[in-house]
C-alpha cells in the first residue's frame, strides 16, 4: 500500500519562504510523478507543480519564479521550495504519487500554508 505524507506548512509572513516535504513509501518512487496540489477555502483545487520520474517540470503560472519542485530519489521525498509568499496562496498542499503506466494516484491527506501579517 502506498502512502504519500506532507510535512512543512505552517503559519508565515508574506514576502517569506517555507519548504514542504512529501515522502512516499510502498511505491516505486523513482518511476512516479509526483505532484502538488492546492486547495483553497471556497476554490476549486489546484495543480501547483508537478516532476516527472526523469526530472520534468512544470508549474502553474501563478508560481513560476517563486516555487521550485525537487525529488530525491534516495530518500523517496518530493519537495515544494516556495518562495515570496503572497496571502493568496494560502491553501492546503496536497501531494500526490502516481507510477508511470498506471492511473491510479496515492494522495496524501494535506498540509495547511497560511501566509498572513
Known amino acids: 500500500q502506498v502512502q504519500v505524507v506532507e510535512s512543512g506548512g505552517g503559519l508565515v509572513q508574506p514576502g517569506g519562504s517555507l519548504r514542504l516535504s512529501c515522502a512516499a513509501s510502498?511505491?516505486?518512487?523513482?518511476?512516479?510523478?509526483m505532484r502538488w496540489y492546492r486547495q483553497a477555502p471556497g476554490k476549486e483545487r489546484e495543480l501547483v507543480a508537478s516532476i516527472s520520474n526523469n526530472g520534468g517540470i512544470n508549474y502553474v503560472d501563478s508560481v513560476k519564479g517563486r516555487f521550485a519542485i525537487s525529488r530525491d530519489n534516495a530518500k523517496n521525498t518530493v519537495y515544494l521550495q516556495m518562495n515570496s509568499l503572497k496571502p493568496e496562496d494560502t491553501a492546503v498542499y496536497y501531494c500526490t504519487s502516481r507510477e508511470i503506466g498506471s492511473s491510479v494516484y496515492y494522495w496524501g491527506r494535506g498540509t495547511q500554508v497560511t501566509v498572513s501579517s
Open positions: 510502498g511505491s516505486r518512487f523513482s518511476y512516479s510523478v
